[in-house]
Each structure stands twice: as structure tokens, then as C-alpha cells.
């Protein structure tokens, strides 16, 4: 929940699951922190809450979760490729084996 006063543009983000709730009352805090800043209103129970201002630290890479799923789609492409070239009807070998990998067969 950030309000940044140079730009005028406020955000409410970073909530998960069906979201409605939250989305209401990330709403109502975005408001009032409008307010606040506007001078229209005083600082309220919401502009106070935890999530307000609250700097979220970056992710770390995933090089080794990247690395799989990009080999998991050459190795798809290739299956794609040996059975466009008629190397069999049915799937082949290794599209079979991408599929037990991948938790699909």
C-alpha cells in the first residue's frame, strides 16, 4: 500500500486468495491515505496498518526453476518436430518422457 506524492499515484497490491475483502479494505486505506495526503483528513486506524508503506524485498533468482521449464519446452519442440516428421503416429519417446517429468502421463 504506497502512496507516492511526487507522482500523485497510489497502489494496493500483494493480497492473495479470493481477494474481495482485502480488495475492499485496501480501497478504503488507499482513500484515506489520499486524504491524509491532501490535507482533507487525519491520520485513521487504516493509514496506521502494517501494510502500509511496507517495503517488500525482491525475489531471489530462480535459475535452476527457469533452466527446467525452458528445457522441459526444447524438449516438447523436439518431440514436436520428430513426429511432424514422421518418425512415428503416436507420441514419441520423448514427449512420453516430458509428460512423466512434467507430472502429466
Known sequence: MTLDRATGLGWAGGYVGSGVATTNLAARTLRDLVQLDSGQAGATELTGLPWVGHAVRKWE???????????????YRAADRRESAGYGVSSSRLARWADRVAGRG
Do not use: D, I, N, S
Open 61 to 75: 533468482p530462480e535459475p535452476f526453476r527457469w533452466l527446467g521449464v525452458q528445457g522441459m519446452y526444447a524438449t
